[in-house]
């Protein structure tokens, strides 16, 4: 209710304006953009939970500290961090600290209609492709990306050309590497031309019990009848921040699905965004979090359906054990104009600790009269009645939990096509159950 | 898929311009200067009364309100309200009716006009025509004008009475409640009222006791410029059973008028409170003009073990709705509920949904919600569930449909699920086929199809709740449960 007062500036507010001041006045269209997005962060500042869709995650209280931004990592100690999705068949790039690094990088025989450039490089040889950077808006302030959007100077341009069917995923790693705890701003841009198929892969890993922030933000635009396929896994360190943003802009009977596994960070933020512009496209936005110790998780999703005829499905699964707290905030934006809109969220929890907290609040926002929504979240234990048939089976108590967590989160994870990406994830939820018990 | 034919014309038919209720009765009244200001607050108080606690009470809200700011969350607009231009008091200029035959032939003209029978010889008459015992208190603009029945009542230990009268006659049980569920510096709208509320209902039934028949008061806003703050105070004592309903309408007005009401109810050790709401103020013409702002906070403390509170709404009325019926589920094994059916045409605005709070142990909720939007309205459904760290074992089930009729309004459904502790049980779900698949099986053996058989569970369900109103209201909501629910959206 008191949400016009003006909060005084954290330390960490502070530090952000402070570094931002440093950017040039104005330039190109990208210096632009990053001067627009510094003073708006300057204007409204870290969120806090009077801010709507901030409310169950405070980052002005969370994120009291400010560290500096990374430096250049060293290559060795990056090649030795990127340990993530390795097993998978992939065409691999390495972001270390926010910047690409073209040692660890496969960026040579590229398949036709495929393009793989690194923002740095676009940015030194004035790309035309810069132009898209910023091409999508989420239609809020978003402090996550207003931050991104001014300190970001790298991260990976990828672009198919339409109608090539680009079989060979590609995988962005994204690690953290360092001695001291420091701020890491990576900005990529996916680009799939009419009628392309693509699966692009990202990760996310660094080292243990170290506070330092990893900032990610990634633009997607699906043109018509074009197929992307997203599989992300966050496996941050236990100290770390990690907050992420994803764009999506989809085009006429385009497909697109997305899958977020989360594990790690202390605290991480995944908001997703994404406007339906094109008619009858398919979406799938899915997602499995796993938390344990005091680890907080929140994804938060915003779809836009403005045209008629499209289908979005969402299905998100958190287990929470100990302390942890998840959230989950979803809402579904049908339009006016989009008539035959099919629209269906769903939000599971499963609570194994006592004192974990979830918090979900999937939202609906419906103006066109013909369309199917809905939306649906349950929270609760392990059915007390499958445990005591998996028991009278003769499995010990921890295993049949271990059984019944996984086939929870399977429900989630079976949603990626990729095998290859689909089996390595299912390893990693089986790793996260076994440190469990 | 859009909304079936006959749900169309049933909602056409509640349209706004058909409103039956917005007479006004010519009648001299007395008012309090325009304006607000502690003087106000004063005279309100001098004009009840009232002791020196109640008008300091009072005099405490309203300088606690005038350092608060409006609140702006919610999904409605109407331009800037002007408290002053505002009367805050307005009372038919006549002594104290000691007996029905005193009161003003006009106003019971006007009760008889609405349907309400304020004498008990014709409220008897309506037992032969099968309707049931109600007695009533009548609140005419400020002040409650008669209440029926008080002697049957009083044999049974039932204190029924407006709250005026009882801050004089029972100031220690006023005292002790009042303000307990709905604090004083509760939210904008609340600590308005606890500065200017004129009059409402007192109920206080004692342990044990089921009172012997539906408790109603009848609010009618009558004057022009006039807020009504009404203030209702419902106190289940342990083992208690008291079943209450709640009727509004307001005459056809161009400019809007301004209600601010606050309901507490406090049931104890295994007392059950069932309270229920037609609302029919006037809700402006076709073009949005005018029109009741009716802000309302609404809140049932299950203060005891095993104790139960019922909510059940009908909402067809108001200009805007903001109005969110709450349970705070404090006692083990207490129970909340709440059933809403809002309707919304022409350029309404509802925002209205529930909060169940559970704090203790295995604690129970329900929530459904029907909302249907036509014309240019927006309706609301925002909830909130959650569970306390010591909540164990607490359970929600939540449904929320809404229906749109027309491509130029909108459905809305914001709820909040926050659950603090790994044995609570929440599910929240916005689907129709999915009420209980038990009950679907046993209708579709018998050849029903799905869209028949829920349509048929839930008016059930409902209806259940709504044939406890009286006559005079059962058929008005019974008409809005016969909309199909048929091409509902979460």
Redesign the interface.
Known sequence: MNAEIRPIRTPAEQAFIAALDGLPASGDRLADLRLAAARSFAEHGLPHRRVEEWKYTDLRTLMREAVPVAGTAAVAEADARATLLRGVEARRIVVANGAVVPELSDLADLEAGLSVTTLAAATAAGDEVLSRIGGILPGRYDAALALNTALARDGVIVTVAPGAVIERPIHVAHVFAGASAAASYARSLVVVGAGAKLTYAESFEGPEAMAYQANSATEFTVGDDAHLDVVRLQEEGTGAFHLSTLLFDVGRQAQVHAFSFGIGAAVARTSLYATLSGESSHVGFNGATLLKGRQHADSTLLVDHQVPGCESRELFKTVLDDQTRGVFQGKIIVRQAAQKTDGRMMSRALVLGDEAEMDNKPELEIFADDVQCGHGATCGAIDDDLLFYLRARGIPHKEAQSLLVQAFVGEAIETVEHDGLREALVERAEAWLKARA | ???VQETVDQVRSLDVDQYKYGFFTEIESEKAPKGLTEDTVRFISAKKDEPEWMLEWRLEAFRRWQT??E???ARVSYPPIDYQELYYYSAPKRKEALSIDDIDPEILATYEKLGIPLRERDALLGIQSGGSKVAVDAVFDSVSVATTFKEELSKAGVIFMPISEAVREYPELVRQYLGSVVPVTD??FATLNSAVFSDGSFVYVPKGVRCPMELSTYFRINERNTGQFERTLIIADEGAYVSYLEGCTAPQRDENQLHAAVVELVALADAEIKYSTVQNWYPGDKDGKGGIYNFVTKRGDCRGDRSKISWTQVETGSAITWKYPSCILRGDNSQGEFYSIAISNGYQQVDSGTKMIHLGKNTSSRIISKGIAAGHSDNTYRGLVTAH?KATGARNFTNCD?L????????????????????????????TSKISEDQLFYCRQRGLDPEEATALIVNGFVKDVLQQLPMEFAVEAQKLIAVSLEGS??
Request: with cysteine; proline share 10%.
């Open positions: 898929m859009p909304a608060m700011p609140p702006n969350w939210n904008y760290r809404s749109l009729i027309g491509d130029k309004c909108g459905a809305h459904t914001v709820p909040y699920i926050e659950s603090k502790n790994s044995s609570a049980q929440f599910e929240h779900e916005a689907t959206v979460g």
